[in-house]
């Protein structure tokens, strides 16, 4: 600091006049330029040229070793016509939706459980949040090996409390399967529900739920009347965002299910991986890809739009 | 009152369901091989053993792919935070045409999920003749990371006051230098969680590592730890122990990055 104040001020008498102003302006401009090249970079090179590059070759035929060629929409109609594609857009779907639903209720119960401040709440918090900070790839191994057929807690446990007489196979059931990687998803990404709940709910003035009690509401409705208005911003923000990352979603169905049994786990990115990178074929990866975007260009105008509304004008 | 045994009764269920799945890679890690195959005393570690960390480290490149994810993710991490202040601070504090606008683009590129992404940002890999790298994922990591950084920062900035800035300018101070010694160290609880979000995001990505690298020595800890199952079988006390080691790094961070974390979650949404 002192630096500064005891520089030369060659530029302050500037300061004064309209001139300096200027001068000001356009060393400005150009200085905010030359701070956002750096990701104008990396986003037209890394993001925009390739996303570019993507839409063009699912318009086209593409294996390894061969040029390119342009096919129009034959990708598109190919996989409309796939019942494997079909199977694939639907389960993501349920997917989604299974493990958004799942993570809205448990996150909710884990904030109005934690908003009375309970002995020991930081501490809670801080474990709870724990499925949320550890690797993925660790998530979905240790999943796996709970549901082991024979030797996983799961089964272990449900047939020592005498609920199951044989091992339920989890990961081989095609219905099972599915649900079992939503477990994992929901387990992982709860955590982040609730506590951006309980954030939210914590900014309610406690004179609302004062006056709420004095009317003679229930708990209950004092949570549905009071801290679901309070936070429906919060929670509509967190859906959205947690919606557009589940869609295509990679890692926890790819180390628990590789998209199986058949195509009964395979969403969008699982599938993409399959054509693209195992199949090497890129054309209809992309296409596999593309189809999911539709949904995600729309939930990601609705962020934008409300998290711009937050931004304080300047 | 019942509503306090009902809030103790979710408290305890959250927590069990939290603590059973964390219990149970700490405790196969420590059984031996023996133990986990003949289904002996599944529920606590008898016999006692650390026999599993040790073959890690002796008998597997487990630690080569530990320093693998450690370059990647610090060097990633410096190099988004550097971008990603410099961005944020052009677009909190300097006018210039098409701000907002590229404001509202970091945005959008910080939501386009990674499951989309994978497959252009690898053909692009290739055509650029840059795959099977470190320097690969240090130059891949940076295009979820920057645009969260930058936005992230952006909240800070906002609200430390102008009039510093001002007063500084008026004394003949130079942009880069109220940047460099008023902005970024007021703004240094932002850019220290930024950084730790920035780390546990690199240190947990798979999908990029996964598949923009093919050299065994050169994967991270995330893909070597998928890589022990090997088709339906895996010596799941070695996991468990990697996957402990692996969750490690992360556990310690979150630890320091816990207070900075309201902050940081209402600033900029992170993945969950």
Known sequence: ?314 | MSGRVLRWLAVGILLLLVAVPLYWIVVTSLKTGRQILMSQAIYIASPFTLENYRYLFEETRFALWLRNSAVTAVASTIVSLAIGAAGAYALTRLRFAGRRVFGALVLITYLVPPGLMFIPLYRTLIQIGYTNSLGTLILAYPTFLVPFVTWLLMGFFRSIPRELEEAALVDGATRLQTLWRIVLPLAAPGLLAAGLFCFTLSWNEFLYALIFIADDSLRTLPVGLSEFVVSDFAFWGQLMAAAALASLPVVLVYIYLHKYMVGGLTAGAVKG
Do not use: C
Request: proline share 5%.
């Open chain 1, 1 to 314: 600091m002192s630096k500064i104040l005891t520089q030369p001020a060659a530029t302050v008498p500037r300061a004064a006049g309209p001139a300096w102003f200027r001068v000001n302006r356009v060393q400005e401009r150009l200085l905010g330029y030359a701070l956002i090249a750096p990701i104008a970079l990396l986003i037209v090179a890394l993001i925009a040229y390739p996303f570019l590059n993507a839409i063009w070759l699912s318009l086209t035929e593409k294996m390894v070793g061969y040029p390119a060629h342009f096919v129009g929409l034959k990708n598109y109609a190919t996989l409309y016509e796939s019942p494997r594609f079909r199977i694939v857009a639907w389960n993501s779907v349920v997917y989604t939706v299974g493990s958004i639903s799942a993570k809205l209720v448990i996150g909710m119960v884990m904030a109005v459980a934690l908003q009375k401040a309970v002995r020991g709440n930081q501490l809670l918090r801080g474990f709870l949040l724990l499925p949320w900070v550890i690797p993925t790839v660790v998530i979905a191994l240790t999943w796996r090996w709970l549901l082991d057929l024979y030797r996983g807690l799961f089964n272990v446990g449900l047939h020592d409390l005498g609920i199951i007489g044989a091992g339920i196979h989890w990961l081989g059931n095609p219905d099972l399967a599915m649900l079992s990687v939503i477990m994992a998803n929901v387990w992982r990404g709860f955590p982040f529900f609730g506590v951006s709940f309980l954030a939210a709910m914590q900014t309610v003035p406690q004179d609302l739920y004062d006056a709420a009690s004095v009317d003679g509401a229930s708990a209950w409705q004092q949570f549905w009347r009071v801290s679901l208005p309070s936070i429906k911003g919060v929670v509509a923000i967190v859906t959205l965002l947690s919606t557009i990352w589940t869609l295509n979603d990679f890692n926890i169905v790819y180390i628990m299910t590789r998209g199986g049994p058949g195509a009964a786990t395979h969403i969008f990115a699982t599938y993409s991986y399959e054509l693209g990178i195992q199949s090497q074929r890129w054309g209809m990866a992309m296409a596999a890809s593309m189809y999911s975007l539709p949904v995600i260009a729309l939930l990601i105008v609705f962020v934008v739009r409300y998290l711009h509304r937050e931004e304080p004008a300047s």
